[in-house]
């Protein structure tokens, strides 16, 4: 059973449109983190969300963690083909006991590809 | 400074053989998490060394195993390779795994068995 779904798993559009993906689960996370993942490649931070309700802004790209820190979506507006690429989701969640036992449960991530 | 470093970059291997990737972390990091990418389950945490100790484990077979040196760089192995491990195996380092910490991902090994 997967901890975190992401959906769309598949997205398709054209340059200049806006789109919203999602993370939902039912456990609460201490934080929430995107990644966006290019072929070949790890994939690369691009926002923590900690605070129920948060939401920050990098450049056209809106992320929100819901008020309950069970969810989140990112939003992108006027995607642009060099957003293409994988979405990823990422919940910390206590493992085990202790202050230092924190790790990632990923969804399975959104592949987006932007049509020029 | 220098990012994640891991070797090598692709690997092809036999049913029953086993294998070693290499994961050097950024300088001063002595956390090293490994996880395991594929199309249908997608990442999922194998296993997270700090100070050379095994703090937490995923839920992987024990065919599935790893080390973490004083340098802070890691290992994992993996034995009697099955068709089902072909993958991309990434690791993460962060400072010290803790809350709010951020992970930073190495280009990953692309593993796969014939």
């Known amino acids: 059973t997967q901890l975190l779904e992401q959906s769309p798993q598949f997205l398709s559009i054209q340059e200049g449109e806006n789109l919203t993906v999602y993370c939902n689960s039912s456990s609460v996370f201490s934080s929430l983190q995107w990644y966006r993942q290019e072929p070949g490649e790890g994939p690369v931070l691009l926002v923590t969300v900690v605070t129920g309700g948060e939401v920050k802004k990098l450049k056209r790209l809106t992320f929100q963690f819901g008020d309950a820190r069970k969810d989140s979506s990112l939003h992108i507006t006027a995607a642009q083909p060099g957003d293409t690429g994988l979405y990823l989701c990422a919940g910390e969640i206590l493992f085990g006991s202790g202050a230092g036992s924190y790790q990632l449960t990923f969804g399975k991530g959104t592949k987006l590809s932007v049509i020029p | 400074k220098a990012g994640v470093t891991q070797t090598p970059r692709y690997l092809i291997k036999t049913r029953g053989q086993q294998v070693t990737l290499s994961c050097s972390p950024i300088?001063?990091?002595?956390?090293v998490s490994w996880y395991q990418q594929t199309p249908g389950q997608g990442l999922q945490f194998l296993f997270e060394?700090?100070?050379?100790?095994?703090?937490n484990k995923g839920n992987f077979p024990g065919r599935f195993s790893g080390r973490q040196f004083s340098n802070s760089r890691s290992e994992m192995n993996v034995s009697t390779l099955e068709l089902g491990d072909s993958a991309l195996y990434l690791c993460a380092s962060s400072q010290i795994r803790g809350k709010n910490t951020e992970a930073f991902f190495g280009q990953g090994t692309r593993l796969t068995v014939v």
């Open positions: 300088s001063g990091h002595r956390s």
């Open positions: 060394y700090f100070s050379e100790t095994q703090r």
